[in-house]
Nanobody
Framework: QVQLVESGGGLVQAGGSLRLSCSASGLTFSNYCMGWFRQAPGKEREFVAAIRRTGDRTYYADMVKGRFTISRDNAKNTVYLQMNSLKPEDTAVYYC?????????????????WGQGTQVTVSA
C-alpha cells in the first residue's frame, strides 16, 4: 500500500529555516502530483504547496509564497519543502499528500494518500 513518511520537522526560531522531506513507497511516484498541507491546533487543514508530476510546475498558498519552495526528486521518490523566513504563524503539523491526477490539486479532498505529519514549531 502507499506509504508517505514525513521528516525534518522541529523547533526553530522566527526567521530560521527548515527542510521537510516526504519519502514515498508503494506507488509509481512519478505518476503522482504531490502536495504539502498544514494544520494548526483548532484550525482546518490548509494548502501550502503542490508540485506537478514532472516537477516543472509548482503552486503555493499566498501566505508562503516567496518563503517556501517545493521540489521533488523522482529518482528518490521524495518531495521536499524548503521553508525559509519562518514565522510563529507557520507553527503546525505539516502533511504531505499524493494525488494521481493530471492537474495539480490544491484542495485536501483531492488527495487520496497522506502521511502521518511532522510537527513544525516556530518560536517568536
Amino acid at each position: 500500500q502507499v506509504q508517505l513518511v514525513e521528516s525534518g520537522g522541529g523547533l526553530v526560531q522566527a526567521g530560521g529555516s527548515l527542510r521537510l522531506s516526504c519519502s514515498a513507497s508503494g506507488l509509481t511516484f512519478s505518476n503522482y502530483c504531490m502536495g504539502w498541507f498544514r494544520q494548526a491546533p483548532g484550525k482546518e487543514r490548509e494548502f501550502v504547496a503542490a508540485i506537478r508530476r514532472t516537477g516543472d510546475r509548482t503552486y503555493y498558498a499566498d501566505m508562503v509564497k516567496g518563503r517556501f519552495t517545493i521540489s521533488r526528486d523522482n529518482a528518490k521518490n521524495t518531495v521536499y519543502l524548503q521553508m525559509n523566513s519562518l514565522k510563529p504563524e507557520d507553527t503546525a503539523v505539516y502533511y504531505c499528500a499524493a494525488a494521481a491526477t493530471a492537474y495539480v490539486p490544491t484542495m485536501a479532498y483531492e488527495y487520496r494518500d497522506w502521511g502521518q505529519g511532522t510537527q513544525v514549531t516556530v518560536s517568536a
